[in-house]
């Protein structure tokens, strides 16, 4: 069993070197995005039966996780380099990369991932810029709750051709959120009555 384990991982092995890592990384991203947007769908469609599968949905979750794959890959090339640390001697460094990665690309990434479904769901620039804004706070918050320890454990244990598919492993939980939280119905703020209408009900 170990033995065919270890066969199976030497076939893998090419597709995390060189160019073809790029691909691969790209491949998981939009991949476990849709696989996320599955699992949510699932979800929904079991506390509201007769709600059909937006395959339409996925396919667009597909499209802009396959365009976050060069972005992330790139993006962990420049921080392995500019931080280069592995290992519990150099947490002080790791801890840095940690903080960088939660400063720069969550928000940046985040953003992406906003405007982009908002273009392919056929909204304006500014429709998704106003969601972006009412949703971010909400993305953020939770975001610092669920990747910094797993980015710790990331920069301290996996070595850096694997990392976007350590990354696109542990988001499918945090895809599924992201697909709930676009996916989701915003309750419009309530408008005050006018004078008028006051008037009416006395």
């Not at 400063?103 to 620039?125: I, K």
């Not at 972006?132 to 975001?143: G, H, P, Q, S, V």
């Not at 676009?182 to 009416?200: E, F, G, M, N």
């Amino acid at each position: 069993m170990l033995a065919r384990g270890r066969r199976l991982l030497r076939c893998w092995e090419p597709l995390f070197r060189g160019r073809l890592l790029l691909v691969t990384n790209t491949a998981t991203c939009g991949a476990l995005l849709a696989a996320g947007d599955t699992l949510q769908q699932a979800w929904h469609r079991r506390h509201h039966p007769g709600t059909e599968p937006q395959l339409g949905r996925t396919g667009r979750m597909f499209a802009v996780g396959c365009s976050l794959g060069p972005l992330m890959h790139y993006w962990y090339l420049w921080l392995d380099a500019a931080f280069p640390a592995r290992g519990a001697r150099q947490l002080r460094t790791i801890l840095k990369k940690v903080l960088v990665d939660q400063a720069v690309a969550s928000p940046a990434l985040g953003a992406w991932y906003f405007l982009g479904m908002g273009t392919l769901e056929g909204q304006s620039l500014e429709e998704s810029w106003e969601e972006l804004k009412d949703k971010f706070w909400e993305f953020y918050k939770a975001d610092w709750c669920v990747w910094p320890p797993a980015q710790l454990l990331n920069f301290l244990f996996v070595p850096p051709k694997y990392r976007v598919l350590y990354i696109n492993v542990v988001t499918l939980g945090w895809d599924t959120y992201l697909s709930y939280l676009k996916h989701r119905v915003s309750t419009p703020p309530l408008t005050p009555p006018s004078t008028w209408q006051l008037i009416i009900n006395l």
